[in-house]
């Protein structure tokens, strides 16, 4: 037995995740299917946690919103990042404290907001107009909401253009150079009770240094803000730490990103003689490496290139098409081969971009081979879809040799579900 990466094992020949053959779990359970390896969230949660121990981690639940995924890490501790109705409801029913839940969003609907609102929790602010709406939303029903805004600190973090949010330009947060009149405007309105402060600069960042320019320029406005007269609870910087997709990559680990910006954020509160919690939103650090894709190898073509076509596509993993991400590729009942051709994994979706892996060096690959593609545990199953007429598959949950269906596959049925047909097509 060796491990392959983190807590993937290879044993006899194929690949294992929580003590559990995978090739085993294809043949019991289908493909393609998610395979979530419940001790590594745990795992990851605490070593952030042992980072940032005087923080709060609010688990970005957009990363992987499964319930059961949810309640782990409520159990853990953590508070959650919601981005819309449905992750706020899902975060509810895993436990997580009210108190700490942050409901985030560009464009939040009316209906949403008044969920906020009831449901006690508190609101990152994107817009003016959005203080507006909340405001008189919050006073008809009686209530004060603790709200934060989103800044938009304008700074760059170096990453994949799509999952920058911080930049000028970017849709999200209030320019940082209007965020002081925001707060004045909220010291003044009913039913809006300010609290904190929100930022953040995007996902799958691999150096240090925009964090703490965005530290520095977040503390600029407490400074400015707290003279107002508002009393900070909490000071949210976001997320985005990166993960090592390929291997032999230099990523930043939570202790070098506590190390470069938790000494900044005591010193410049203490200056100020303020103690507001600083609060960060990890997904994909928390989630990312705990989970593989066990697909099968349904048919194999030797043409401009050798394409090995599997039972799943962008349709189940969209990364690699949506930002030409990398994920390693192991052929799951091969793993200790050694690599004899050259391949290009593609999905059945009638897409000429569903590719999966393009030109990877892998053992002889034959129909009927599983290959699990690592790291996608964060974005992977929740931006699946059923393009193509393909219900979603199913996930497990592995623990120590146990096995369990934390979401079962999709039917026939569920791609009809909500469709009506008008009787005159009967
Ligand atoms: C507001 C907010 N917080 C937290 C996250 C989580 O980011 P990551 O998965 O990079 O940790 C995101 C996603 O990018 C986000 O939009
Ligand atoms: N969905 C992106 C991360 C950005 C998420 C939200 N701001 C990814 O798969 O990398």
Redesign the pocket.
């Known amino acids: 037995m060796f491990t392959i990466k983190n807590h993937l094992e290879i044993e006899n020949s194929r690949l294992t995740i929580g003590g559990v053959d995978t090739s085993n779990l294809v043949n019991e359970y289908g493909s393609p299917i998610y395979v979530t390896n419940e001790q590594r969230i745990r795992d990851n949660f605490r070593r952030y946690k042992k980072a940032f121990p005087d923080a709060d981690l609010f688990y970005?639940a957009?990363?992987n919103g499964n319930l059961t995924i949810l309640k782990i890490l409520a159990e853990e501790g953590a508070g959650a990042d919601v981005f819309s109705d449905g992750e706020l409801y899902t975060a509810l029913l895993a436990g997580i404290p009210r108190d700490k839940i942050l409901f985030n969003g560009n464009s939040k609907s009316d209906r949403e907001l008044l969920m906020a609102v009831q449901t006690g929790v508190r609101v990152s602010v994107d817009s003016f107009d959005e203080l507006n709406t909340l405001s008189s939303i919050a006073k008809n029903e009686g209530k004060v909401v603790d709200i934060a805004f989103r800044v938009n600190p304008d700074v760059s973090p170096k990453t994949h253009p799509k999952?920058s949010?911080g930049l000028k330009t970017s849709k999200f947060g209030i320019p940082h150079d209007e965020v002081v009149s925001a707060y004045k405007q909220a010291l003044d309105k009913p039913g809006v009770n300010p609290v904190g402060i929100h930022c953040?600069i995007g996902?799958?960042i691999l150096e240090v240094e925009p964090f703490v320019e965005t530290v520095n320029k977040m503390m600029d406005l407490v400074e400015q803000i707290s003279r107002l007269g508002v009393e900070f609870e909490f000071v949210d910087i976001g997320s985005g730490l990166g993960i090592p997709y390929e291997k032999n990559i230099e990523v930043p680990t939570p202790n070098d990103l506590a190390d470069s910006i938790v000494p900044i954020f005591n010193e410049r509160c203490k200056a100020e003689g303020i103690n507001p919690k600083l609060v960060l939103e990890p997904?994909?650090y928390l989630v990312g490496d705990s989970a593989i894709l066990l697909t099968s190898v349904n048919t194999m073509k030797n043409a401009a290139k050798k394409f090995v076509g599997i039972d799943a596509g962008f349709n189940t993993m969209i990364?690699p098409v949506?930002?030409d991400?990398y994920h390693h590729a192991v052929v799951a009942n091969k793993a200790d081969k050694n690599a004899e051709d050259t391949y290009t994994i593609v999905g059945p979706i009638c897409e000429t971009g569903d590719i999966m892996a393009t030109d990877r060096e892998l053992p002889e690959i034959e129909k009927g081979d599983v290959i699990a593609f690592l790291d996608v545990g964060?974005?992977g199953f929740s931006?699946s879809s059923q393009y193509n007429g393909r219900p979603r598959c199913a996930e497990l949950l592995v623990n120590k040799g146990d096995v369990d269906i934390i979401r079962k596959a999709e039917t026939y049925a569920d791609l009809l579900a909500n469709q009506e047909v008008p009787p005159r097509f009967l």
């Open positions: 970005a957009k990363a999952i949010t953040h996902s799958q997904g994909r990364r949506m930002y991400a964060g974005y931006m």
